[in-house]
């Protein structure tokens, strides 16, 4: 009876051991000026042929940086945009520019609209210019059209309104990407 008791003290001390839940991953209180890291996957489809990475994607207010992983985690391209400039690395091959969308297509073949997308990865849309939303049961949005793009939520962090989106589909012109958000970081 007492190894018994022993047993039952020892599980229940182990359970005090576990870490807590992690908070639901929920749109920052200023989503507009709001820096976030995120990391995870995307998938591009353009032109026949298909691409995947893993994806680390660093922005804030005055900057991006988006690392495009190999399968092993090395970085096989870095794309860094700011102000002044767009630079692109992939591999010994340095590119520059004043735009980071057509430096992505000159390099890459297919680009990421960050212009937009770091406004539709928070779940909102941009403030720049107009656009058409559907939303679903929970208020989230379910569908967005903007700027010749559409971005399809297919998954959320939580039900909840705020919640962030974990899986975006985002098509235009032929060129369809992936978005699988496995991880935010927001101050």
């Known amino acids: 009876m007492r190894w018994l008791g022993i047993l039952l003290a020892g599980l229940l001390s182990g359970c005090a051991l576990l870490p807590p839940a992690p908070a639901p991953a929920v749109r920052p209180a200023q989503p507009e000026s709001a820096s976030f890291a995120l990391n995870g996957r995307i998938s591009v489809s353009h032109q ?3 691409h995947s990475a893993g994806l680390r994607w660093t922005h804030t207010a005055q900057s991006d940086e988006v690392l495009l992983l190999a399968p092993l985690g090395q970085t096989a391209a ?7 400039h767009a630079t692109l ?3 010994d091959k340095h590119y520059q520019a004043g735009d980071v969308e057509a430096l992505m ?14 406004h539709w990865v928070l779940g909102i849309p941009a403030a720049s210019s107009s656009a058409q939303i559907e939303r679903n049961g ?11 793009w559409e971005v399809r939520y297919l998954r959320y962090a939580d039900t909840r309104p705020d919640s962030l989106p974990t899986r975006l589909q985002l098509s235009r012109d ?13 101050p």
């Open 105 to 118: 297509e000159q390099a890459l073949g297919w680009y990421l609209p960050l212009g937009g997308l770091h």
């Open 89 to 91: 690395e992939d591999g």
């Open 48 to 50: 026949g042929t298909r």
């Open 138 to 148: 929970n208020g989230q949005i379910a569908a967005l059209h903007q700027d010749g």
């Open 174 to 186: 032929g060129l369809q990407m992936q978005l699988l958000i496995d991880e935010w970081e927001i």
């Open 78 to 84: 870095r794309v860094y945009r700011d102000a002044q």
